[in-house]
């Protein structure tokens, strides 16, 4: 039987660093947030408040997210290989020693729980858990897409984040912290399977 080019490129994509970065202290993590103003738009909890998402909907969750992959991202948007307006100017202002008790911080937090709200789209649900099984999704992110060391959680993450982040793996805006690019995951995905995932994933707690 052949194998799909992009099922193969899913099985190899995120092999997770061995590397584990210095250890940091959440205590100090959670005074540089207050100080540098995360919890406007990520929320006291590291879930993204009402006020947050009033300036951009694509705004994600921090808490629960693996400590390693946080600290990446954050050197990512000091370096500008990731953009957005609102992070990159923030980043430049931390210190190595600042991410990584920010990391230690957000990842010190409880994911966002609780039940979720009726399925608006069962339809997607359905869906994006065909699709995830099939890009083995599980094999990088975790058994219950809780997130390990490079590799960010995807349960409870906010369903418009998700899918932007989604596309912007598609189209080359952002870069992953696996062995291959996302964009080879993603490549086969077209927007309706795309909002289905994002929306499978939002929904998992």
């Known amino acids: ?11 190899i994509v995120c092999l997770p660093i061995t590397a584990i970065a210095a250890q940091g202290n959440p205590a100090e993590g959670k005074a540089k947030a207050e100080a540098a103003g995360c919890n406007a738009c990520h929320g006291p909890d590291g879930v993204a408040n009402q006020d947050g998402l009033a300036i951009d909907k694509n705004m994600p969750n921090l808490a629960g997210e693996p400590d390693l992959y946080l600290q990446f991202q954050l050197v990512y948007f000091r370096k500008g290989v990731r953009k957005n307006d609102y992070m990159n100017p923030v980043a430049e202002s931390l210190s190595d020693v600042d991410i990584r008790n920010l990391g230690a911080y957000f990842a010190s937090l409880p994911a966002p729980g609780g039940s979720p709200p009726p399925d608006s789209a069962p339809e997607d649900t359905s ?8 890009l083995h999704c599980a094999n990088c992110h975790g058994d219950h897409f809780e997130g390990v060391e490079n590799m960010g959680r995807l349960a409870g993450q906010r369903e418009d984040y998700l899918y932007k982040a989604l596309r912007d793996f598609k189209g080359g805006a952002r870069v992953a912290t696996g062995a291959a690019s996302m964009a080879e995951v993603v490549y086969p995905l ?3 399977e795309m909002k289905a995932l994002a929306h499978y994933m939002s929904r998992l707690h």
């Open 1 to 11: 039987m052949q194998v799909s080019g992009w099922i193969i490129a899913a099985l």
């Open 127 to 134: 869906l994006g858990a065909k699709v995830a099984q099939a």
């Open 190 to 192: 077209g927007d309706l």
